[in-house]
């Protein structure tokens, strides 16, 4: 089963940031995970939603995203991701 990551952002420090993204994209390669959307919100056409920037990553299965998310390289994104926003990170299955 195919697995999401969606990732709910608030730039903090755009600097930062684009340094924490391209971290992130050479995290991602051992993995054959594929960023499905990057994007920017337009509007909120129902309800609250704080965050201004989406990702979509999918990857092949759970036990792929797990094994991204804790990787060495990727733990090691986390203290410039905290500097550099507010992120929601979530998984999902389809």
Request: charge should be neutral; proline fraction near 4%; glycine fraction near 6%.
């Amino acid at each position: 089963m195919s697995a999401y990551l969606i990732g709910h952002i608030r730039i903090k420090d755009p600097d930062l940031w684009r340094q924490y993204v391209a971290g992130v994209a050479r995290s991602l390669e051992p993995f054959a995970a594929r960023i499905l959307f990057r994007g920017t919100k337009a509007a909120v056409l129902a309800g609250a939603h704080p965050y201004d920037h989406t990702v979509v990553i999918a990857f092949t299965d759970q036990d792929s995203l797990g094994r991204w998310f804790h990787s060495e390289l990727y733990q090691s994104l986390i203290p410039l991701r905290d500097r550099a926003a507010d992120v929601v990170i979530i998984s999902y299955d389809a």
